[in-house]
């Protein structure tokens, strides 16, 4: 636990995490044992590539998942409420009070029949039950708040006159009508340009500083989670292999999928070398391995981690790896050098 | 271009065609293209109005080399690219490949279009569902007037070259694949023909990370071994400054910067790809409070007047709103020759502040 929790209460705490989806034919794992807190006022970061689960562990923290064909097992606590247990009025409560979410296509969530500022003051007025006025002042501060220029214009716009990056500003806006302590973000600049990124990512630290917001932030982009994150979790086959304040990890990962995806992926330091590519490709979520899921993949795999799957291990007090060979406990070739070697061979 | 394409092809189909003009000849060579496209208007907020995607774009793509292509999304690359193939007729300008125009009659197409290939983003689509892999590779060659089995042949060699097992890959369907093995097939597919030169349209854009690697240094393998000459087009500046030997970067339209690589990516001649390169992501930014740039890239139905980039430019003055830069060569001792910029604060005598002073 980092230095922040220590010293209060978690926002979120997530205990043996298990989301699957039945249908038919298959039963999909989709989210396989995951264990975390988020401190007020922190920003973790999941990290991992696509179909990894980082969205269904996102949704399960408002239980958005279809009812009828999902399986959730563990505990889920956000604010001392408990999601998995909680009735559909109590979710309904905390989705409009506590916890909002944003999204990778602000059309998710925007109404395109209604212009922004109606769909604030709508939100504000459904919470607060102040007036119109009031309500009206509210939601130019917010679009101040997101730094959309000539707020006072753009209340009466609808969402398809705005801008791409302006429509991502008026979601964050909408997101945060409803003063939420949590925000959940599933890679919200993904779709953004560079330079409208980068504006972004730094309005979202910026709020979350000013409000004191817990932020769950997924992302598949290395450097947005290191811009953005004060600790990161990477997730592997649902499950999170590894996580570490942001600094540490991106610096000197211990997982070998960790080594290497940061091998992966292309940096500006990787011009004139060859790329370190992973071999394979991720499991099927249908028919899991026994043991620990990147070992087919894995030049440090033994029998051992094909027997069961790996413990979490604390490596320090705010630093977990699902490893039995972690980096830092291991004495010969790291696995990113050994990716290189063997891709090298003729 | 000339001689028309004898058919069935007289030569080898997996010989390339030869080099005609010489080493020191560009490959393809483009100027003053442009395309403008009638007004879809409604679509957006009822306001019609023609887009002009590409204005007047000019350059050379020399033999052997990649060249990168970048800039945001909507400032034309994909257009450019479909220029390039033919996909689409310009409104203006010229193409030359290794020394001939392109024209406009069959024959040249044809023998044209057997040189120059394309891979697309989307790796799915791009494949026809019903035809299993090795007939979606055969096609192309089939379509040149090569024989069903010989095709065939061809398609499980370049399965191979691209890393897919031919007896295991050759008879599946393209939903039967992950993403990153569509790609192989969409890649060897283009090289069926042995063209000469590969346009890249945002290839790794939709891979995953431990995926885009495999196919970058696969496509590195391929350059090398088949001699090819690659445009790769990328909003991905980490990816274009791997990949690219020199880049062009593109701005509503317009080229704002070309030179070599190493030179672009030390020491941004425009303003605009400086910003740009300062919007990567990355965890030494973790300190950085402003952003690079304010605001969203312009609309191409209403361009801003002069310097297109004027209106978020840090160091804009009056006469950048009046005044449209053109791309020449950048005027600082030290750089070279062949890095030209359009940006008035390169060129001597243009009234910017900080200009070179005019000789
Ligand atoms: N509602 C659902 N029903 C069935 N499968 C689902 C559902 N939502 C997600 N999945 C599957 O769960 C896995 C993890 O998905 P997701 O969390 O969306 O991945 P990502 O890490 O890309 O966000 C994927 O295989 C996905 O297809
Ligand atoms: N077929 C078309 N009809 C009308 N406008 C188009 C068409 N194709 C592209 N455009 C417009 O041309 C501009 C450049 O698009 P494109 O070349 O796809 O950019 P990029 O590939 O750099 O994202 C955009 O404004 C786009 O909306
Ligand atoms: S011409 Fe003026 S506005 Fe354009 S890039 Fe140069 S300084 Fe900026
Ligand atoms: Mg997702
Ligand atoms: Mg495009």
Redesign the interface.
Known sequence: MSALQSQSQPLVKVRDLNVAFVSKEATLHAVNGVDFDLAPKETLCILGESGSGKSVTLRSLMRLHPPRRTRITGTIQVDGTDIVAASERELSSIRGRLVSMIFQEPMTALDPVFTIGKQITETIRRHEGVSHQEAQRRALDLLELVQIPSARQRLDAYPHELSGGLRQRAMIAVALSVRPKLLLADEPTTALDATVQIQVLLLLKRIQAELGMGVIFVTHDLGVAGEIADRIAVMYAGRFIEEAPAEALLEAPEHPYVEGLLGATVTPASRGRRLTAIPGSPPNLRTLPVGCAFAPRCTSAEPNCRAAVPDLRALAPDRTVRCIHPAGLRPSMPPAMAFAAEERAP | MTDPLPAPLAESPLQPLPDVGGPAQALLSVSGLTKTFAGRGKL??GRAGAVQAVSAVSFDVRKGETLGIVG??GCGKSTASKLIMGLLEPTAGEIVFDGEALGRDAAGLRRYRRQVQMVFQDSFSSLNPRLTIEESIAFPPMVHGMARKAAIGIARDMLAAVGLQPAQYATRFPHEL?G?QRQRVNIARALALRPRLVVLDEPVSAL???????V??LL?DLKAEFGLTYIFIS?????V??ISDRVLVMYLGRVVELGA?EAI?AGAAHPYTS??LA????????S??????????P?PVNPPSGCAFHPRCVFSEAVCATTRPALLPVAVPDRQAEHLAACLINQPGSGHSRAPKAA
Do not use: I, T
């Open positions: 957006f907020g945001e999304s992950s990153g995953d990370k431990s995926v885009e690697a495999q970058l240094n590195m909003h991905d500046l980490n990816v400054q791997y690589a990516f910003a740009l919007s990567r992501p990355s965890v030494a930014g973790r950085r409070e402003a952003p690079p740039l304010v605001g969203d890239p609309s």
